[in-house]
């Protein structure tokens, strides 16, 4: 405390100061020993003037005996999913030769054969159990979680800790789907609708922030905003190459949050939790997939075990990572194109090469639709339909030429 603030003590007003203080005291007194004595009546408890809390007949102090049943819009929400939020465990093989014995390593693995090395965790997320079909119970969570996993976990509310199958997974939407056994399952979560939701009403995330030691971990906050565009790296090269739809939330996410159900007061889940910033300046920006997106996915997931996209069948590079130089001299392009993909690499029998599109084309009108960069190529060519034909706008040695390119599907290619 500085010098200027210090107390200084009064001369004069004693008296009156007093008198006033023990008015003012005794009012106190009798409002908060009229509030407690009231209290106890209705608790049927005996009240003694000089009690600071609880006491028992040895003088000891101690809790009451009264529990306080509270209830809210929350905690009903919570308690219709909570059963359904699971933790996922990442299962990976470890090389431990050299260990033996001390830590297992003659263990059985997941592929049933016997060697050097044995299944360790390697990571922990989230999951919501979305269906239970006769003996099987389905779990939604996160690509990113089970990704390059040699077994996975699931470990239920309960504690119950199942094996689980991995179904179908995709990286663009950061999705997967596992089953599980349900015969230790109790209950599945239902979807809302997301396109429905308002921005400012209450969100409540369930997962397992920082793995199983927090499962069931409840936090709550507001729908921030919808439709934000989140860019990520998908491959993790360091490089920005899909843009991500989602809702934006302040309740709290932390990693192992991921694969984890946001819900609304309702009890519905409204989305996937799927990142947050997490930088010293940022807090408060969680990100969770919409269900209307999650729905469409898993139901593809589970039909095919993987999402069946149409794709060009090229490698691609943004135009603003080739020089100037290279534009001009390789790719010939006109000074006033500064947007647009190159065609790196063609996929023999792709619908690009039967299309006629060659390596260093330049796209940059996509079924009528401008093309800037590789990202927004990928969503044209997404959002196009299987068998039907598009218009493809393209620079080929300084010449603007068009092409119709039938849309079909393939494993390796953009």
């Known amino acids: 405390m500085s010098k200027n603030s210090e107390e200084k003590p009064r001369k004069r007003g004693t008296l009156k100061s007093g008198i006033l203080g023990g008015i003012i005291g005794g009012l106190v007194i009798a409002v908060l020993g009229g509030g407690y ?52 465990i990442n299962m990976q093989k470890q090389n431990l030769e050299g260990f033996g014995g001390i830590f297992g390593s003659d263990t059985i693995d997941s592929s049933g054969s016997s060697d050097d090395s044995t299944l360790q965790t390697a990571g922990e997320g989230s999951g919501v159990i979305y269906k239970i079909d006769g003996k099987t119970a389905y779990v939604v969570t996160n690509h990113h979680v089970i990704n390059e996993s040699d077994a996975v976990e699931v470990l239920l509310k309960d504690g119950t800790k199942v094996k689980a199958e991995v179904i179908g997974s995709d990286v663009w939407t950061d999705l997967a789907v596992l089953s599980i056994p349900a015969d230790k399952v109790t209950k599945a979560a239902t979807f809302g ?104 996915i898993i139901n593809q997931l589970e039909t095919d075990g993987k999402v069946i996209r149409p794709v060009l069948g090229i490698s691609l590079l943004d135009i603003s990572q080739i020089s100037e130089q290279q534009q001009e001299s390789v790719l010939k392009l006109p000074k006033d194109v500064t947007a647009g993909v190159v065609v790196g690499q063609v996929q023999p029998d792709s619908a690009a090469e039967k299309g006629g599109l060659e390596k260093y084309d330049v796209i940059v009108k996509f079924n009528g639709e401008e093309v800037i960069d590789t990202i927004s190529l990928r969503k044209e060519i997404y959002k196009s339909e299987l068998g039907k034909e598009v218009e493809v706008e393209y620079y080929r040695n300084g010449k603007l030429e068009k092409t119709n390119i039938t849309m079909t599907t393939s494993e390796t290619m953009s």
């Open 37 to 88: 004595l009231y209290a106890n009546d209705e608790l049927n408890m005996p009240a003694t003037s000089n009690q600071a809390g609880v006491v028992d007949d040895k003088g000891k102090v101690t809790t009451t005996d009264v529990s306080v049943n509270v209830t809210s819009d929350v905690t009903d929400a919570v308690a219709k999913v909570e059963d359904s939020v699971v933790s996922v």
């Open 193 to 296: 609708d997301s396109d429905s939701l308002t921005v400012g009403e209450p969100a409540i995330a369930i997962g397992s922030p920082l793995g199983t030691n927090f499962a069931s971990s409840v936090t709550q906050g507001i729908i921030s905003a919808k439709n934000r565009n989140v860019d990520t790296d998908v491959n993790g090269d360091g490089v920005v190459d899909w843009t991500m739809t989602a809702l934006q939330t302040d309740a709290a996410i932390n990693p192992g949050n991921s694969g984890g159900a946001l819900i609304n007061i309702a009890g519905q889940v409204i989305g996937i939790n799927s990142m947050k910033i997490s930088t010293d300046t940022v807090e408060g920006m969680g990100f969770a997939i919409p269900s209307n997106d999650v729905v469409n």
